[in-house]
């Protein structure tokens, strides 16, 4: 399955850094993407409460398999699918990520420095997925939120068409915190939502919403949840609060949790 | 390799490098970006085309042709030789691989328009090549002619693409502008003139995803003397280009629109004037629009675009540093052999990304 | 000498639970229920229109097939020794109403639709756009500006004037006089709400329906009834009925019982006369005079419009359509043999004509082989009875399809097929004042609109299961159908594989 020429690292490559026990630096530098998962894995069953991978390119599924509340820094761009069905660490990406990010993510938390791909948080039930640039196209698409699980997006950018399509709860805030000529968000916003809110910084097109979504003011109920979301990304991201509040923010919401009721003859 | 073989969807990844100042490279730079993405393709299908890479014969059209049989190259050359002047004929050099078996005999002719039909200004050289590639391919069993541009040329095959690059020894050859495919057929064994690119003239696409209007985009281009006898979707990209741009003369950019147009609720946005101009373009050429999850990287000589389909179901990602420009399924491809470039930045659903030689560049 | 006919069918009164109320009575169109002591039936004037049957208010009645009358024979079928004896009392042809009601093999229901699984995704209709806007009109080949090319292949790059439908789906010709006024309203209130169009029939254009003239098709029979310069100024396309499905070759007579006060206003014809549309057009005896037609309206309307021409589905359709391309039409309405009919002789309706299915593709294989596909618009009629023909007809390769009965049966019609008479208890197919009245045409344009809706919602399911966002990908997509217990020529001349290949 895997082509040889690029399986030439050794696999022990894992090691301990001495100034602290709990890190432990890997070097994914032309390792598999079962390689490098099955290294950090290890490392995480060796006692690791911190991983830090160097020479990330395009190794797929990082963050698979671990329920431990562990930490997992990656220099360079992951592969797809990263931080899929994560339940528990905490992925910071210093550099751009790809497609499927946070793919049915249940716990955790996946921070991203810079932008990323299509498809993130799809089917998203709990944890949070914090972007500091741009994303691409169908963001936040199914998100779900389940008794006491609300998952969080937070993305610093602007997002491409069908931004929280489908979405059935949770909370996805848009920030679209540098100015470009595109709208902050693409057309489809919101279509076929059917739970949850997407909180957007600015103002947004009525042409653009779906059909299924309306467009609300902020209560104070929402400012609270602003606060606590913002403060973690800002913190995350070494950003000025005050000046992400500089800027109302508008609250999209369904019309109804059944928007499809007549869709149906008898 | 010739039958009746169904055709073959397909998920793979693509990547494009280009030069803009036309300075030419050797084929390791695209055999190590393909070979980032190796998990999307699975080993029957891999392919480049190469751009700048015969400038002893630029004036020339670069043919090459898989043949079944020794039988099947003689008829062919009899019925190219009956057509234009081979300046020059050869066996394309291969280096074999362990994983790389059962290959077609590989040939390539350097030919040009006979003297006393050159003479004839009212012929259309470009027409008279595509008619004898739909002739040899649509009309000679067991012979494809799977590159026929001038000055670049398509290698590809079944296997794995770092595997196909190094069967044909790209590394020896320097273009200005490559793009590669690794493929991932599903549905029957890949097939030697079945790997991407798909090339005509000096257009070369290469594709991730299915079209799903295949059999109307096939219908469509066979009114105008298309025929698709390669069995894959992939072909019509190549032929609806070259039926729009070249023959009908639409820009790239309105090609593109054609084949991903906007939606009728933003055309509908539009100014009059543009609103207008769209909705014509979907009236008339609504055959064409290609739909179903696509990217492509379509090669030609002055450059490269990526287009997506319009809510853009395949990623494309594209990057700039200095004078080379970079588009590819998964920006780690791009960043394996251009680890920082100066600026990263997605494609969006049907909006084509044009990289084209810097002007005065003379190749 | 009298046949002495059993009833076809017999009602059934249950006189427990009738209240005597004569309901029944005043509805039943066909006199076919008196009142003696009680509700009676005069069962051989029953047609089954189950008029009564609804609109009793207790439910006490019942109409059954009269089943015990004949003795069984699969040859000698009680249809055809029941049409031997009327006619050998009368001495006339048997006429009929509605559509071809014989078991045929019904080439849709032998073919089947792909959708999408792994390899390409299908798409969510509902939340994602997924886009059935058709336009019907002549398209050049090439916008582009390659002027040579252009040259070289004769192109005439003007765009024509265009019908813009919103689903591909449009009202066929049913006349003023073959349905009530009412019906003709709800129709085109429909057409207006649902952005697509209503056609007039051959029986001139009511002055009712001038505020839906955006929305209106009027057609060019070879009666000409109501055809002056007002007439196709009011309407937003153009169509010259050379043929109707249900009767190929055959004219139009509507009697002159049912050409009253309005009619005779529409129609511009005395009352009481017969409308007598001849079987060809007195002007059109060959393909070059059909092109002067066209454009004689064309010039009539300063080409502001679009001609379309409409014919019945016969063997050699393909060269047909062919030659009313070359002859300037900008679309081809083609009307299969299970088209509707007010009015037709049993004979034609149920054995002259082909289906529509092999129309669609031969004419479709027929105008790309020719290089004039994109001159001509095609709309596919006869017999579309839900979205899946639609689908099907649209893959085989048809632009649109245009649909009578389903429209009439949406609007209440129970497909008695005696819209001959005129007696239509449901006030459709009739002109009598009283019966009339019974469809409101507000309440019939919501159930028009709502089928519309209904099947335009389907379609976009079907697009979404293709894996295709607009219904030009689906056009002509033949790829995307397969036939189930086809022979190969059939096969071949469908343009369809089998399933399974």
């Known amino acids: 399955m895997q082509n040889c020429t690029l399986a030439q690292n050794n696999l022990a490559c894992a090691e301990v850094s001495p100034q602290a026990r709990a890190t432990v630096w890997i070097n994914a530098k032309r390792l598999s993407y079962q390689e490098l998962n099955a290294t950090i894995h290890e490392a995480v069953f060796g006692g690791a409460k911190v991983v830090e991978v160097e020479n990330v390119n395009g190794q797929r ?182 000046a992400i509040r500089n800027k109302p923010f508008i609250k999209l919401v369904p019309t109804s949790h059944r928007p499809y009721g007549r869709l149906y003859a008898y | 390799m010739q039958g009746e073989i169904p055709r073959i969807p397909s998920g793979c990844s693509i990547v494009g490098i280009m030069d803009t100042k036309g300075r030419r490279f050797n084929g390791e730079e695209i055999i190590q970006a393909i070979s980032v993405m190796h998990d999307r393709s699975n080993g029957l299908g891999g392919g480049f085309a190469a751009y700048g890479i015969y400038p002893e014969f630029k004036e020339h059209y670069a ?69 004898a590639v739909m002739h040899v391919n649509h009309r000679i069993p067991g012979a494809f002619i799977f590159s026929s541009g001038k000055n670049m040329g398509a290698f590809k095959g079944v296997g794995f693409p770092e595997d196909i690059g190094r069967f044909f020894r790209l590394e020896e050859y320097e273009g200005y502008l490559w793009t590669a495919h690794g493929r991932f057929p599903t549905n029957t064994p890949g097939w030697w003139a079945g790997a991407h690119p798909f090339v005509l003239l000096d257009w070369s696409v290469v594709h991730n995803g299915e079209i799903s209007s295949y059999g109307i985009n096939k219908r469509y281009l066979e009114t105008f003397g298309y025929y698709c006898t390669l069995q ?132 | 000498m009298n046949s002495h006919l059993p009833a076809e069918f017999i009602v059934k009164v249950d006189h427990y639970r009738c209240r005597r109320c004569k309901r029944c009575i005043l509805n039943c169109g066909f006199s076919a229920l008196k009142f003696e002591n009680g509700v009676v039936a005069e069962h051989h004037k029953c047609v089954a229109c189950h008029r009564c049957v609804t609109f009793c208010p207790e439910q006490a009645i019942t109409v059954e097939e009269n089943r015990l009358a004949y003795k069984a024979n699969a040859h000698w079928s009680v249809e055809v020794r029941k049409n031997i004896l009327k006619q050998a009392e009368q001495g006339g042809m048997l006429l009929t109403g509605s559509g071809n009601d014989k078991p045929y093999l019904s080439y849709f229901d032998r073919l089947v639709i792909d ?106 029979a070879s009666g000409r009834f109501g055809v002056n310069q007002e007439y196709l100024d009011q309407a937003a396309a153009i169509e010259i009925k050379i043929g109707q499905g249900a009767k190929p070759g055959i004219g139009g007579h509507l009697p002159g019982e049912k050409v009253n006060q309005e009619v005779s206003e529409t129609r511009m014809i005395p009352i009481g006369t017969d409308a007598l549309s001849p079987a060809p057009h007195h002007d059109i005896y060959s393909i070059e005079d059909l092109a ?32 009313i391309t070359r002859a300037g039409a900008d679309f081809i309405y083609i009307d299969g043999f299970r088209g509707g009919t007010g009015a037709a002789p049993n004979v034609i309706r149920d054995h002259v004509g082909i289906p529509i ?108 299961a293709l894996g295709i966002n607009a219904i030009e990908s689906l056009r002509g997509n033949r790829e995307r159908l397969r036939g189930v217990g086809l022979d190969d020529t059939s096969l071949t001349i469908l343009g369809v594989k089998p399933a399974g290949q």
């Open chain 2, 232 to 363: 894959t979707d992939t072909e019509v990209v190549t032929y609806t280009f070259d039926l729009l741009h070249r023959r009908h003369g639409l820009s790239l950019a309105e090609a593109c629109q054609v084949m991903a147009p906007p939606f009728w609720k933003r055309i509908d946005r539009l100014n009059p004037v543009e609103s207008r101009r769209q909705e014509e373009l979907r009236m008339v050429y609504g055959s064409a629009m290609l739909n179903g999850p696509f990217s492509v990287i379509v090669g030609y000589s002055r450059g490269m675009l990526a287009l997506n389909d319009r809510i853009k179901l395949r990623p494309m990602v594209c990057a700039r540093d200095g004078h080379r420009v970079y588009m590819a399924s998964e920006e780690a491809a791009i960043r394996e052999v251009c680890p920082n470039p100066a600026q990263v930045w997605a494609a969006r659903a049907g909006e084509p990304v044009i990289a084209e030689l810097d002007e005065g560049v003379i190749l």
């Open chain 1, 61 to 242: 599924y990082i963050g698979r398999g671990l329920n431990q509340p562990v930490e997992i820094i990656l220099h360079g761009t992951p592969g797809n699918d990263l931080g899929c069905f994560l339940n528990g660490p905490q992925i910071i990406v210093r550099g751009n990520g790809q497609d499927c990010i946070g793919n049915t993510m249940n716990d955790g938390k996946i921070v991203v420095h810079g932008d990323a791909g299509d498809v993130l948080g799809y089917g998203m039930r709990g944890g949070k997925l914090f972007i500091r640039g741009n994303v691409g196209y169908r963001v936040g698409i199914h998100m779900k939120e389940y008794r006491r699980q609300v998952p969080v997006m937070v993305i610093g950018g602007t997002a491409g068409d069908f931004f929280g399509e489908y979405m059935a709860g949770g909370i996805i805030i848009l920030l679209g915190l540098e100015q470009t000529d595109r709208p902050i968000a693409g057309d489809y916003l919101g279509t076929g939502m059917h739970g949850g809110v997407i909180y957007v910084r600015g103002e947004v097109d009525p042409a653009q919403l779906g059909k299924e979504v309306v467009v609300m003011s902020i209560t104070p109920a929402d400012e609270v949840v602003l606060d606590q979301h913002l403060s973690e990304f800002c913190r995350d991201f070494n950003l000025d609060y005050a």
């Open chain 3, 357 to 464: 299915e092999v129309a669609i593709a031969a004419v479709d294989d027929r105008l790309r082989q020719e290089g004039i596909r994109n001159q001509v618009s095609v709309i596919a009629a006869g017999g579309i009875r839900h979205s899946g023909d639609i689908a099907k007809a649209i893959a085989l390769g048809a632009d649109a399809v245009a649909i009578g009965t389903a429209a009439l049966i949406a609007m209440g019609c129970r497909v008695c097929q005696k819209c001959y008479t005129g007696n239509c208890s449901w006030g459709i197919a009739t002109q009598r004042a009283e019966l009339v009245k019974r469809l409101d045409p507000d309440q019939a344009a919501e159930r028009l609109i709502n089928l519309l809706q209904a099947w335009s919602l389907e379609l976009k399911e079907v697009l979404g």
């Open chain 3, 292 to 323: 002067q037609l066209i454009y004689a309206l064309k010039e009539t309307v300063n080409y502001s419009k679009p001609v379309g021409v409409k014919i019945s589905a016969v063997h050699n359709v393909a060269a047909i359509a062919s030659g």
């Open chain 3, 115 to 220: 959708a999408c699984q792994v390899t390409n995704p299908p798409i969510d209709p509902i939340r994602e756009p997924m886009e059935l806007r058709t336009y019907l009109g002549r398209k050049p080949d090439s916008l582009g500006n390659n002027t040579a090319w252009n040259k070289k292949i004769g192109l005439d790059t003007q765009l024509g004037p265009q019908l813009k439908l919103e689903t591909p789906i449009i009202f066929g010709g049913m006349s003023f006089g073959a349905i009530s006024l009412n019906a003709q309203k709800a129709l085109a209130r429909a057409a207006q709400a649902c952005g697509t169009f209503m056609n007039t029939g051959e029986g001139g254009l009511h002055k009712d329906l001038y505020p839906y003239k955006n929305n209106v098709i009027v057609q060019v």
């Open chain 2, 63 to 131: 043919f090459h042709i898989m043949y079944e049989q020794e039988a099947n190259r003689h008829q062919t050359e009899e019925y190219l030789k009956s057509k234009f002047m081979v300046d020059h004929a050869e066996m394309i050099p291969v280096d074999p691989q362990p994983d790389i078996t059962d290959h077609p005999l590989l040939w390539r002719y350097f030919i040009r328009l006979k003297d006393e039909v050159q003479r004839d200004c009212k012929v259309d050289v470009a027409d008279l090549v595509v008619e």
